[in-house]
């Protein structure tokens, strides 16, 4: 896959479309263990990335560009996972679902009093 525009929201949310579609993600120790947590499935998460937003940009991030997505299951769960937005296999870091009292909304996070 050739360099891409890590700061084009589009493009990076299409990247990780395409890499869930085609099973090239890799998940850490954390991720699979917050998975198990909240019962959440791998074939859940890569439905989530096909039907996602980028709601969150880090492409300066010091371990290497990342995001934090939305993304809505077949099921209509809604997912946030940050995910690695510059390798040639996705590398998921974590994945939750976005719930009170740390989110309004699964786009909206509360501020910190």
Known sequence: MSEINISDLKVVTEKL???ASRDELRLTVHAHQEMAEENISYDSVCEAMMNSTVIENYPEYQR???CLL???TESGRYLHIVC???LEVAV????YEPVPPKWITPFQRRKKI
């Open 70 to 72: 939305c993304g809505q």
């Open 17 to 19: 479309g395409q890499q």
């Open 92 to 95: 998921i870091i974590t994945v």
């Open 64 to 66: 290497g560009p990342c």
């Open 84 to 86: 690695t937005t510059s």
